[in-house]
């Protein structure tokens, strides 16, 4: 049988490890912005470094590798949930640094666990459309559909969902993809083609990748929303919809209006770490929950929201 925590939602304290991070500050903000809707949340954070936390939330120098240093911190704080969204993200380092991968995609989230079920935390966990090998299915795949990753990070964050899965604390999977939005300390796929055709560059694009691409400041509050909720389980929480990467690159062109004849679809590029062919995420159960009080933002949303803003 699975622990439980309290349900009420008088105020609980939630450790965010990864807060420095695209998705990690987005959530902070979220959190900020719709202050009154997460008032009983109380956040701290933790990650490797502290560049961007705002000195009003608690920051702990959290390495999730380091078994003592996650049990210790974690113990002391005490706190009711744990998000982790550390990760090593860059899909072709995977490929690269296999050892390092490893460590800090599956070990590193099963330290994190130890700890949290030492103290009876739940633990939220973020991982990839990449755990699908995209031509099992046609794409669409469900939480209940078989992972058989390609790629090394795609089995490091598989292995890490297993391990979670088999234990006996109370967790929550998310499953996001192709995240994107305004950032000032790295590109994603999105903000790099707005970049090239903003600076009139061609590129060529694939046709023959499918996902899911996932506004970040949607995913953050689509995630604050399942833990309020207290969602249990296994959740694909992408965009609404998958397009290949070309397209992707063609509707960023038509909603900023640049010029979409420097775009050049192509079948194949090369890269380091094999990727799957239609990873397309189905997000029917995320909306059946949270469906009527919050829209999943699909690419053209998301799009025409930064057009709007330049907030970050
Ligand atoms: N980005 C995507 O398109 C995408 C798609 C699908 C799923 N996801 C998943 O979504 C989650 C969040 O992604 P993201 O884009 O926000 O990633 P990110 O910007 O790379 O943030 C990850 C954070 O983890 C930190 N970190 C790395 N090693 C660590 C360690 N040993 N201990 C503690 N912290 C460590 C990083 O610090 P440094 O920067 O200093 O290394 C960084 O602050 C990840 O779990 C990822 O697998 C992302």
Known sequence: MKNTIKTDNSSKKILLIGANGFLGTNILQISTKYEKNFQHFKFLAGDIENTNITPDVPFYYINITKKENIMNIISKISPEIV???????????????????????????????KACSKINAKLVFISTDFIFDGISKNGNYNENDIPNPLNHYGKTKYEAEKTIINSEIDYLICRTAVLYGW?????????????????????????????????????????????DKDARGIYHTAGDGALSRYEMAIKCAEIFNYDKNLITPVEYIEQKAIRPKNAGLDISKLKRLIGSELKVLNLADGLEYMKRTSDG
């Open 83 to 113: 998000i982790l969204t550390s990760a090593m993200t860059n899909v072709d380092q995977n490929e690269i640094n296999k050892e390092l991968s490893k460590k800090i995609n599956t070990e590193g989230p099963k330290n994190v666990l």
């Open 183 to 227: 950032n000032k300390y790295k590109l994603d796929f999105i903000t790099w083609i707005l970049n090239k055709l903003h600076n009139k560059e061609n590129i060529s694009v694939v046709t023959s990748q499918i996902n899911n691409a996932t506004f970040i400041k949607n995913l953050a509050e689509i995630l604050l929303k399942l833990i």
